[in-house]
């Protein structure tokens, strides 16, 4: 784990209501789920803040051991880890997502 | 990893699991799991996925698996889902 990663991602999770750990960006996913995931918050309209989780493999290394999850992409919503791209989608299905962005 | 030894690993760690495994990049390393059973009756989503995901932490390190993307239902939910995903196989 790299501290300055770790310290980097609970500033970044506390002072944004959606952050988005991906491959690529939202405008250049490198990976489907990843895109997926931008989609649903694009359709919802919320403001998210993205990394790429392959700028550094420090960074992957350091979200897989916070969150003992080890695969891409990784999402926070209110400061706290939710899971990956199957996780959102559901919940965006569900409208627990909606109900966790105070958006109903 | 084979489909098999993805359907053996899930069954290591639940037991009583309905399991149905694809294959989706036409290799061995993206796959995508249909779990069904009781133990997911009370638990998030998060708490539903780790227990499945836990099992392949080792795979998913060295990239031997390298996508895992899943669908977790008790009984009683996917009795009420599964007509509805019949109507898009």
Known sequence: MNANWKDKIETDVKNNKVVVYMRGTPNQPRCGFSARVVRVFNELNVPFKTEDMDSDPDLWKTLSAMNNWPTSPQIYINGEFVGGCDIVTEMYRSGDLQKELGLT | ?89
Do not use: C
């Open chain 2, 1 to 89: 990893m084979n489909k098999e030894q993805v359907k053996a690993r899930i069954l290591e760690g639940i037991p009583d699991a309905e399991i149905v495994v694809n294959e989706f990049s036409g290799g061995n390393d993206h796959y995508a799991v249909l779990v069904v059973s009781p133990v997911f009756a009370g638990k998030k989503l998060l708490a539903r996925h780790r227990l499945v995901l836990d099992l392949f932490q080792a795979e998913i390190a060295t990239g031997e698996v390298h996508a895992l993307t899943m669908k977790t239902h008790t009984p009683d939910e996917w009795a009420v889902e599964k007509p509805k995903q019949m109507m898009f196989t």
